[in-house]
């Protein structure tokens, strides 16, 4: 074995450069300052230099995919929040996570079955509790509904803008509206 270095440019993530290559833990493997500003020295076992002079020459495109998985996961991330913790039902805050929303299909599916007027008990937010008929329980479902489609709405539209992004700097353009667009 014959160790090598290269000197590249310090803007590139060193680790990353070794997880795009088959080099291994137990294999030769280091940076650190280069010599001239602006620079870091990549030190390995020189058979693997056609494998990093390729993470090298692939580099950009294989960060911004990167980037890219990390912010469609926060988008993901985002819906489950807004989904979980932007509901409300006649201005009434109401948690919707899908234990939740099992729970209204259930009620709703039951409630079908029930005598006219039939009223169930249900814990709107913890430890309050309120009574609803078949029609309730059908207008805060229906509601639930488009509730969690507009937030999978803004998912997919947010995605599709990071998937679309051409480069890191349109991707951090977008980056700053994540927030925007879900249900209130």
């Known amino acids: 074995m014959a160790l090598t270095t290269l000197h590249i440019d310090a803007r590139y993530d060193a680790d990353f450069i070794k997880s795009l290559t088959s080099i291994k833990g137990q294999d030769p493997w280091g940076a650190g300052p280069g010599m001239e500003a602006g620079t870091q020295t990549i030190l390995f076992d020189d058979a693997f230099t056609d494998a990093v002079v390729s993470a090298i020459n692939d580099y950009d495109a294989a960060w911004l995919a990167r980037i890219k998985r990390s912010r469609i996961e926060a988008v993901a991330m985002l819906r489950r929040s807004a989904i979980a913790d932007t509901f409300a ?13 099992n729970a209204l299909s259930k009620a709703y599916a039951a409630l079908q079955r029930q005598p006219a007027g039939t009223m169930i008990d249900w814990e709107v937010a913890r430890g309050e509790f309120m009574s609803f ?26 995605t599709a803008l990071i998937d679309a992004a051409e480069d890191i700097a349109a991707l951090d353009s977008i980056a700053i509206t994540l927030d925007a667009g879900w249900p209130a």
């Open 89 to 101: 039902f006649n201005g009434m805050a109401m948690k919707l996570d899908p234990e939740t929303e």
């Open 133 to 158: 008929d078949l029609a309730t329980i059908e207008a805060i479902s229906d509601a639930a509904f488009l509730h969690v489609q507009a937030c999978f709405s803004n998912a997919r539209r947010l």
